[in-house]
């Protein structure tokens, strides 16, 4: 069974472009997470899907960030205009709804802002 | 404010040594408190993980052991080998009442001497 996907696993941009990424959960998991991960540091919950549903957005920096889950599936997140500061790795997860277990993590897509 | 605190920040331990990684937390909401485990360039992936109402949990070599009413639980790893070098997290959530977001810690670096 395929794990979770995302794409671009990296991505170079200048400061003040826009850029998305990109996120196909487990099949069968109705609840994702966008998460951001700083060099050093542990995962920062960005925003959280029950099915297309957002449920749980108080740490998304709306002026900036927006996110998508369109039929309850796969999801985008996108920044726009991206900052310095904004370099970091974002992690998708999925998990499967109202059942007490893990969350299953992609392999983050990797922002560098010059 | 911190909700999990995680210690130390890295870790270097002998091959065949015991790993110990502690957290300590504050919402007493929270009611499941798993350990990830994380390479260099992949998302965390779950280790183990507890509930309250048991003090310790053991799996192979990896044990959490849970102290309620001082707030602190931690991870040992035992018979430490090199393939176990990675970034440890905890991390806590209110699960088993609906919220399934996990709340980390800032993680630890390990690295197991050969």
């Known amino acids: 069974e395929a794990g979770v996907v995302q794409s671009p696993r990296y991505k170079i941009i200048e400061k003040k472009q826009p850029v998305a990424f990109w996120c196909n959960p487990i099949s069968g998991h109705n609840t994702l997470y966008w998460y951001l991960q700083n060099l050093g540091q542990g995962p920062e919950l960005l925003i959280r899907?029950?099915?297309?549903?957002?449920?749980?957005d108080s740490q998304l920096p709306k002026d900036r960030f927006s996110a998508e889950r369109l039929k309850g599936v796969d999801s985008t997140l996108k920044i726009q205009p991206a900052e310095l500061g904004d370099s970091a790795v974002y992690l998708c997860?999925?998990?499967?709804?109202?059942?007490?277990?893990?969350?299953?993590f992609g392999e983050g897509s990797r922002l560098t802002v010059l | 404010q911190q909700q999990v605190k995680q210690s130390p920040q890295s870790l270097i331990v002998q091959k065949g040594g015991i790993s110990i990684i502690n957290c300590a937390y504050e919402?007493?909401?929270?009611?499941?408190f798993p350990w990830y485990q994380q390479f260099p360039g992949k998302g965390p992936a779950l280790l183990i993980a507890?509930?309250?109402?048991?003090s310790e949990k053991k799996e192979g070599r990896f044990t959490i052991s849970f102290n309620k009413s001082a707030k602190q639980f931690s991870l040992h790893i035992m018979d430490s080998q090199p393939g176990d070098s990675a970034t440890y997290f905890c991390a806590a959530s209110k699960a088993f009442s609906g919220y399934s977001t996990l709340t980390f810690g800032k993680g630890t670096m390990l690295l197991v001497s050969p």
């Open positions: 919402n007493t909401a929270f009611d499941y």
């Open positions: 899907y029950e099915n297309e549903e957002a449920v749980d």
């Open positions: 507890i509930r309250p109402d048991v």
């Open positions: 997860a999925s998990s499967e709804t109202g059942a007490v277990g893990e969350l299953f």
